[in-house]
């Protein structure tokens, strides 16, 4: 394995790891803030004990994520320095603005949230838990930025030549406001208000299977379920808008994404099926003119294909058309589970529905398999650029570090990772089977532990 395949790697599994938490604090974030309310606005104590258990958990998910996260920085120095010169300028400016902006709000105030129950009045704790949710959708703002820009540059100048060439601002908005920021953030952060609502109800679900804090169990229910409705039954639409700006701003990713080779016929939609690379063909269920329907609102208009672009700037096809394919399959499943849960809740008949409970305990896979599956999706549909049409994947790479440097620390990467994700899924499992009456001030130690 070369150097560029092991960095490539190493960077895919850090940034895979630490984006299993990011979702579910931003989802869960907001949940705090509705249930929070609920307990102002009724004084019902059990919206009180429900919105102070799932403080414990955030507090927990907040730590290991940004345990998990410190890697990726340090990963752009070694791996990619040829990279982080080229974009340091752009991608700098909005690291800077998270860390500022967002990071120091929701940590700042997070002391507040988790302590401050009985220490300041009961307004200024809502405020806290406000605060709190907006640095975590604050995060994924200037992330997003950061990386949509790698997507659809805007807002620059190209200095140098050669290995001396950088991109430095030349209009910050635009650089934020980029052809793609907008739609991939809402896409993303719907997502993740997705992930907390399932991990509400899955968690409930199990309570309500095991006859376990009932009442807490039925009261998160009613705040959960329709809200993940609601978002899952957002996410298409919201999903169609993005699809719609790839396929003006990268033809090549759209085109891959549903294995469209001839620009002079219509996009299929394909419902079922894999990439055949020898025939350069598609294999399984398709809706004839499907895809240009949706796209150019014409099923008979011709779409862009990847015949327009030589090989070496097509992106992994196959890969990039399976990601995109799971990850809308993943989307129509947590639709039907929301809809299901909702309208079994509306009859008041889901406390009893043993299978439909079960599946809900499951259903936290779901979101977190469809995010991972977007976001391979996008960054290997970008390929071979890491800038798009700009820096090839391969011309970002450091010039110094060894394949071997790189094989060694990702196996060592691998390993605290996992060791890091058992003592997170021990922790979870034990502030779960605690239930609300766990300690608080022994679940904050907990997490304080595993982010040293």
Not at 292 to 297: D, E, N, P, V
Request: aromatic share 12%; with cysteine.
């Amino acid at each position: 394995m070369d150097v560029e395949l092991l960095s490539r790697v190493q960077f895919a599994f850090t940034a895979a790891f630490h984006y299993i938490y990011p979702p579910m604090s931003i989802g869960l974030g907001l949940l705090l803030v509705v249930m929070e309310g609920m307990y102002l606005r009724t004084k019902d104590p059990v919206y009180e004990r429900l919105t102070k258990f799932w403080v414990k958990v955030f507090a927990l998910i907040f730590a290991v994520g940004v345990a998990s996260g410190i890697v990726l920085e340090f990963e752009f120095g070694t791996n990619w320095a040829t990279y982080s010169r080229y974009v340091g300028d752009i991608f700098g400016s909005a690291l800077a603005a998270e860390g500022i902006f967002a990071f120091f709000l929701e940590s700042g105030f997070l002391a507040i949230l988790v302590f401050g129950w009985d220490r300041v009045k009961p307004a200024m704790h809502f405020f806290a838990t406000c605060m709190v949710a907006l640095g975590s959708s604050f995060s994924a703002v200037w992330i997003i930025v950061a990386n949509s820009w790698q997507q659809t540059p805007a807002g620059y100048v190209i200095e140098g030549e050669g290995l001396a060439a950088r991109a430095r601002i030349t209009d910050f908005w635009a650089m934020v406001v980029n052809p793609s920021s907008l739609d991939r953030l809402t896409h993303t952060v719907v997502a993740a208000w997705a992930t907390g609502g399932f991990l509400v109800i899955s968690v409930s679900a199990f309570y309500l299977l095991k006859r376990q804090h009932m009442d807490m169990a039925r009261a998160a229910m009613k705040v959960a379920v329709p809200f993940t409705l609601a978002v899952t039954l957002i996410q298409p639409f919201l999903g169609h808008k993005s699809a719609v700006g790839v396929a003006k701003n990268q033809p090549a990713k759209m085109a891959a994404f549903e294995g469209h080779h001839d620009s002079s016929k219509p996009m299929d939609l394909v419902l079922l099926g894999y990439y055949d690379a020898a025939g350069e063909d598609v294999k399984g269920i398709s809706v004839p003119g499907g895809a240009s329907l949706l796209l150019k609102g014409d099923a008979k208009a011709p779409i862009t294909g990847l015949n327009d672009f030589a090989r070496e700037d097509r992106p992994p096809i196959q890969a990039a058309f399976q990601f995109y394919h799971l990850m809308v399959a993943l989307g129509m499943a947590m639709i039907l589970l929301a809809l299901a849960a909702s309208i079994q809740l509306w009859r008041g008949r889901l406390e009893n529905s043993t299978l439909l409970l079960r599946l809900l305990v499951s259903a936290i896979l779901l979101p977190h398999l469809a995010n991972q599956a977007g976001w391979f999706a996008a960054e290997v549909g970008r390929q071979p650029w890491i800038v798009y049409g700009l820096l090839r994947t391969s011309d970002g790479l450091s010039k110094v570090v060894k394949a071997n440097q790189v094989l060694g620390s990702l196996i060592l990467f691998g390993f605290l990772y996992v060791l890091l994700f058992v003592l997170f899924v021990y922790l979870l499992d034990r502030k779960i089977k605690a239930g609300p009456d766990g300690d608080l001030a022994d679940s904050i130690s907990l997490a304080h532990g595993v982010q040293q």
